[in-house]
């Protein structure tokens, strides 16, 4: 057994995580939510919101170690913008960046933002206001969500492609 190996390994189940984390958000937790009794909901959301955004950035840290870690092994010429396998390579690697700034903007912007505590001493006006804002955040945080499994599954079919040679 070699190390590209086990790289390729850890590599492959970082993304089978990684993935899995952002299919059961959207197609389990976020149905799920909507049974629940409005009591529940924020406890529950703030709880997967936080398990989820450490699993997450983990994944993508060891997707981009172990995906570094197989380049040297290449060719130089494929590496090149010139190559299907390059092109990929890029495409891939800037994919990467936008899930990391998605998972980071979910866990330290748009996710605490759900969570906001309302004083009690608010007039209707301040209190109607504040949860509107609250329903912006879910709004947002639905749009980041979605676009962070658009964007996953786009990423694993590059993945999934440079041991054929790349996709573009």
Same mark, same amino acid.
């Given at each position: +057994?070699?190390?590209?190996?086990?790289?390729?390994? @850890?590599?492959?189940?970082?993304?089978?995580?990684?993935?899995?984390? *952002? &299919?059961?958000?959207?197609?389990?937790?976020?149905?799920?939510?909507? $049974?629940?009794?409005?009591?529940?909901?924020?406890?529950?959301?703030? =709880?997967?919101?936080?398990?989820?955004?450490?699993?997450?950035?983990?994944?993508?840290? !060891?997707?981009?170690?172990?995906?570094?870690? +197989?380049?040297?092994?290449?060719?130089?010429?494929?590496?090149?913008?010139? %190559?299907?396998?390059?092109?990929?390579? &890029?495409?891939?690697?800037?994919?990467?960046?936008? #899930?990391?700034? &998605? !998972?980071?903007?979910?866990?330290?912007?748009? $996710?605490?933002?759900? $969570? !906001?505590?309302?004083?009690?001493?608010?007039?209707?006006?301040?209190?109607?206001?504040?949860?509107?804002? !609250?329903? =912006?955040? /879910?709004? =947002?945080?639905?749009? /980041?969500?979605?676009?962070?499994?658009? /964007?996953?599954?786009? *990423?694993? @079919?590059?993945?999934? %492609? #440079?041991?054929?040679?790349?996709?573009?």
């Amino acid at each position: +057994m070699s190390w590209t190996f086990v790289a390729r390994y @850890v590599d492959l189940l970082a993304w089978s995580v990684y993935l899995g984390g *952002a &299919l059961i958000m959207e197609l389990v937790w976020r149905p799920a939510q909507e $049974h629940m009794p409005m009591s529940q909901i924020g406890v529950a959301c703030q =709880r997967m919101g936080r398990r989820y955004r450490w699993i997450a950035l983990a994944m993508l840290c !060891v997707i981009g170690v172990t995906s570094l870690t +197989m380049l040297p092994g290449r060719a130089p010429d494929t590496l090149t913008l010139s %190559s299907r396998f390059g092109r990929s390579v &890029l495409t891939l690697v800037l994919l990467w960046f936008v #899930l990391v700034a &998605l !998972v980071a903007s979910m866990a330290f912007s748009a $996710h605490p933002a759900l $969570h !906001v505590r309302m004083s009690s001493d608010l007039d209707p006006d301040a209190r109607a206001a504040a949860r509107a804002e !609250v329903g =912006r955040a /879910i709004r =947002r945080m639905d749009r /980041i969500l979605r676009s962070e499994l658009v /964007i996953a599954l786009v *990423a694993t @079919v590059f993945a999934a %492609s #440079l041991p054929a040679g790349g996709l573009l």
